[in-house]
């Protein structure tokens, strides 16, 4: 397997704008997660989902963030409208239950 | 809420040291412990899982204990090499809360 895709690897855009990250987990994995990392707040889970199903958003920073997992082998995280104060690298990983998590690259988002 | 510390932030040994990293959690009832290394401009890559029902977990130079009633895990890394120069990042996984990370440099 090629392990946890996301794309893209980097993303400029200005403020305002609308932000799209995607990724592919490992194939059979049941469970998702979103995360992002940045200086000030470390590493911090947003949503994860369960057999394509949320659980738990509560680390969903506003309303601007939403989160989907229309199949198995997708999902994505959408920011609608941007700010400059989302720059961040946001991680997706899956894992089978109680297991590893698999990290993919992370996307480096910078908003203008 | 769960809260997890990491001491130290950072550290820097000569190599060939072994060392210990700390990584403490607030709620003691946890399903699992992972600790994680991340390198520079990369993502996070697991090292070792503990389970709640396991006390320590081996690979290699690393060793992983837990302790539950005291919200106490320790990494061990025997014998460290400038390789094992990184970010090492512990995470309980009720919720995945993330310790903020120790900065771990190994000098030649």
């Known amino acids: 397997d090629a392990g946890v895709i996301q794309s893209p690897r980097h993303e400029v855009t200005e403020m305002g704008q609308e932000v799209t990250l995607r990724c592919k987990p490992i194939?059979?994995?049941?469970?998702l997660f979103w995360y992002r990392q940045t200086m000030m707040r470390g590493l911090e889970l947003l949503i994860y989902?369960?057999?394509?199903?949320?659980?738990?958003d509560s680390g969903m920073p506003e309303d601007r963030f939403s989160a989907k997992m229309p199949n198995a082998s997708f999902s994505t995280l959408k920011i609608q409208p941007s700010e400059p104060r989302d720059s961040a690298v946001y991680f997706c990983?899956?894992?089978?239950?109680?297991?590893?998590?698999?990290f993919g690259p992370g996307t480096r988002l910078l908003v203008l | 809420k769960q809260e997890v510390t990491q001491i130290p932030a950072a550290l820097s040994v000569p190599e060939g040291e072994n060392l210990v990293l700390n990584c403490s959690f607030t709620?003691?009832?946890?399903?699992?412990l992972q600790w994680f290394r991340q390198d520079p401009g990369k993502g996070l890559t697991s090292l070792l899982l503990?389970?709640?029902?396991?006390r320590e977990q081996t690979s290699g130079r690393l060793n992983a204990s837990l302790d539950k009633s005291s919200g106490r895990s320790t990494l061990y890394i025997a014998a460290s090499q400038p390789g094992d120069s990184a970010t090492y990042l512990c995470a309980v996984d009720n919720d995945m809360r993330f310790g903020a990370g120790t900065r771990l440099t190994v000098k030649p």
């Open positions: 709620d003691s009832a946890i399903y699992n």
């Open positions: 503990i389970q709640s029902s396991q």
């Open positions: 989902f369960n057999n394509n199903v949320p659980i738990d």
């Open positions: 990983a899956s894992s089978e239950p109680q297991e590893t998590q698999y």
């Open positions: 194939s059979g994995h049941d469970y």
